[in-house]
């Protein structure tokens, strides 16, 4: 059976200290990037009209988005086509462009200030679940992870569903079940990998009820249950905790738009394996044929960014156990499913780097980890060493080098 979770600590949460530390280092990797991007190839830059210290933020998929605030979605069968990429952020840079007069800056400006409000939910997540130096690590860990950059300002639309993810989860806590199924709606209309979300809500509301159930019985121990206690908590299921599941509702939204506008509900689906792309769905695609010949063959630099992320989902799998026995089955569900699919999905493992990002258990697991392990010097050494990845990470994303 799961250890109970550890009882919240005395202190209050630093939540002045990690905003502080959270705009140091978006700053820093601001100037990095304004810094880096001065050294890129030449492109069009023709649609980018915010100040040019911004410009290195707005890479590869940022132009996808920019043509979705912009255009709205087109689709074409058979080739690239902006419904490839989901609703909620896009359209959240278009409501910003508003009030801003610019979509670049509003990508960039929405980016970082959902990163912000995402690290300070975590660490409050974290604060109530660890004891304080892990929880600390934690946050450390989630700030100076090899890909946080895309927390800091990248017109990308991770930092958002990282943030409905948390906030989905936290309401979820409170009890408050309807509240939890419509910012976990968000995020099932802001990425792919937004399932997860609605699985692990799920799952934890039912955990919460053997909580509930173990409680009413007389068990101290109303910590994480055995997975048998969470199938006889199935019964005391009720109108109110049916609330997660219009965590749904944002994925099937936007499957009803893509058939009434483009007669395909899966037209996401289907764009992914177009030329360019190419992320079939099969056995080449599961077994990572085209990344195992990279490794062979090269460009040996590109196989290098491409082990680098391959790591990263390697050591979130190695903290399954760990989340489960710390946090329970629910986040256990959340992370195993938001790691499943890009890791099945993709042919060379491009992109999860962002996706281990978005896996907030595992990351509270390493913090948790590295604040428990015996040898002393391995916490600092890490975060060094993530802090290092991280800079050169956003040097070369500034330079517009495909990093994930």
């Given amino acids: 059976m799961p250890t109970a979770a550890v009882a919240t600590p005395r202190q209050p949460y630093p939540w002045a200290l990690v905003l502080a530390v959270f705009l140091a280092v978006s700053a820093a990797l601001t100037a990095v990037v304004a810094w880096s991007e001065r050294h890129r190839p030449p492109g069009d830059g023709s649609i980018l009209q915010g100040p040019s210290w911004l410009d290195g933020w707005f890479q590869y998929d940022a132009g996808w988005y920019h043509h979705i ?91 958002l569903f990282l943030l409905c993810a948390v906030g989905a989860f936290l309401l979820l806590e409170r009890r408050w079940y309807w509240a939890a199924g419509l910012v976990g709606a968000l995020a099932t209309a802001g990425r792919p990998v937004g399932v997860a979300v609605a699985v692990g809500l ?26 048998r206690e969470l199938v006889r908590a199935v019964r005391d299921v009720r109108w109110r905790h049916a609330g997660v599941l219009l965590s749904g509702a ?39 044929v085209v990344y195992a010949g990279t490794l062979v063959k090269g460009p040996y630099d590109v196989a290098a960014l491409l082990t680098l992320q391959a790591v990263a989902c390697l050591l979130a799998v190695l903290l399954l156990r760990r989340v489960w026995r710390r946090f329970g089955w629910g986040y256990l569900a959340y992370t195993f499913v938001v790691l499943l699919i890009p890791i099945l999905g993709t042919k060379d493992f491009m992109g999860t780097g962002r996706y281990v990002l978005v896996a907030f258990p595992a990351i509270a697991a390493a913090g948790d980890f590295l604040t428990s392990s015996p040898r002393r010097w391995l916490r600092p050494a890490v975060l060094l060493v993530s802090a290092v990845l991280l800079v050169l990470l956003t040097s070369l994303f500034g330079r517009s080098v495909a990093v994930s």
């Fill in 69 to 159: 605030a912009t255009a709205g979605y087109q689709y074409v069968p058979g080739q690239q086509s902006s419904i490839a990429f989901f609703p909620v952020y896009p359209m959240g840079v278009r409501a910003l462009a508003n009030v801003t007069g610019d979509v670049q800056v509003a990508g960039s400006l929405l980016a970082v200030l959902a990163g912000g409000a995402a690290v300070l939910l975590f660490g409050r997540w974290a604060w109530a679940r660890l004891p304080r130096p892990a929880a600390l690590t934690a946050i450390a860990v989630l700030m100076l992870y090899p890909y946080a950059f895309f927390l800091y300002g990248a017109m990308y639309a991770d930092s």
């Fill in 202 to 227: 799920v799952v934890r509301t039912v955990e919460l009820l053997a909580q509930d159930r173990a409680k009413a019985s007389g068990d101290v121990d109303a910590g994480p249950r055995g997975w």
């Fill in 250 to 288: 944002g994925l099937a939204a936007w499957c009803a738009y893509l058939w009434i506008e483009f007669g395909n509900p899966l037209a996401f689906v289907e764009v992914e394996s177009a030329p360019g792309w190419n992320q079939g769905v099969g056995p080449k695609t599961w077994f990572k």
